[in-house]
């Protein structure tokens, strides 16, 4: 480990609560293990950022953003951290669903076809009549994953009675299975785990949201995905707990931005050198994907707006929506 990291590390030591000191108990579910996504969450115990602030953070990892959601909705976390158009999606149902920092900067899902159909499949409007493989399908709360299939679908001409959607879940094994096999003809992918199918040849890349090129043809598609979710009655009962979490996040955040991705793959506790260097490359290649303080960029909200309101295309309450009415920036502030 560099000198650079090791001093770090001491620092945060250094900063944590005076010994004695009893922690605040604190509760997140996430989607995981494993996304990139939500990296930072999986580092706060690991470099002390919840012990800094006198507290200690507990991780429970859900199958999706709709499982992660479902536990603070009843009762089994304090917080969770998902993509924002999920949270808006149940916020249309539970008004208490609020949000309180940005966790990420860039949305990198990708959709993936396999590679079985290459040649035959060379754009969205092509996989009419396929099978395509969600993280989850839920009825109740659209996840993010969801929201992003639907609105390339709907651009490409794609009808939403035209396709079948399955649940592949998040782990690289019943993914790639579910390709290789030809259970699923495509999935919305996530990182590394992308990667890891283009290399394998499981599978090839359709369209990145990640890439400069997507974001010009796809408005709204630069939208804020990881965000802290939290409940707007305990924030009233309780609202030192939901600062000291914001506080905690922020750590998290600062020592990534400040770190090079092989530090962070080292924290992570990749072993697996395949493993480790997909990461590396993926924490290298979109270094937006992580926001460095926590803000909600004025900008990338109304992008997020945009988004989620094009992709429920036919719902009432959501093209009716504006996000502003579950953003609480009170912690964080705001920037362009």
């Given amino acids: 480990m560099s000198p ?26 996430v989607p995981g293990p494993g996304a990139t996504a939500y990296l930072p969450v999986e580092l706060i115990p690991k470099i002390g950022a919840d012990k800094a602030e006198g507290a200690e953070l507990q991780i429970s990892f859900a199958p999706s953003g709709g499982g992660a959601l479902a536990d603070l909705t009843g009762n089994n976390a304090d917080f969770a951290v998902v993509g924002m158009p999920a949270a808006m999606s149940l916020h249309l149902k539970d008004p208490r669903i609020v949000v309180l920092a940005a966790v990420n900067d860039l949305p990198l899902y990708v959709l993936m076809v396999r590679e079985g159909l290459r040649g035959q499949v060379r754009e969205p409007a092509d996989l009419k009549g396929r099978v395509i493989g969600l993280h989850s399908d839920s009825a109740t709360t659209k996840n993010t994953s969801q929201q992003v299939l639907e609105l390339i679908f709907r651009r490409a001409g794609v009808p939403p009675g035209s396709y079948r959607k399955i649940s592949v879940g998040r782990r690289w094994e019943s993914e790639s299975m579910m390709l290789k096999s030809g259970a699923a003809d495509a999935v919305i992918a996530d990182e590394p785990h992308a990667t890891r199918m283009v290399e394998e040849k499981v599978a090839f890349p359709l369209l990145h949201l990640g890439d400069p090129q997507t974001m010009r043809l796809y408005a709204g598609t630069g939208f804020l995905r990881g965000v802290l979710v939290a409940r707007q009655d305990r924030i009233a009962r309780d609202p030192e707990r939901h600062e000291k979490m914001v506080r905690i996040l922020q750590r998290a955040l600062q020592w990534i931005a400040t770190h090079s991705p092989e530090e962070v793959a080292d924290l992570a506790g990749v072993t697996d050198a395949d493993e480790r260097r997909r990461l590396v490359r993926v924490l290298r290649q979109y270094p937006r994907q992580y926001s460095t303080d926590g803000k909600f960029s004025a900008r990338q909200l109304a992008a997020t707006e945009i988004f989620f309101i094009d992709s ?7 093209e009716h929506f504006r996000v502003e009415s579950m953003v609480v920036d009170r912690w964080v502030g705001r920037k362009e």
Avoid: I, W
């Fill in 312 to 318: 429920q295309r036919g719902n009432s309450a959501a």
């Fill in 4 to 29: 650079k990291y090791l001093l770090s590390l001491l620092l945060v030591a250094l900063l944590a609560a005076p010994a004695g000191a009893e922690p605040m108990p604190l509760s997140v579910s």
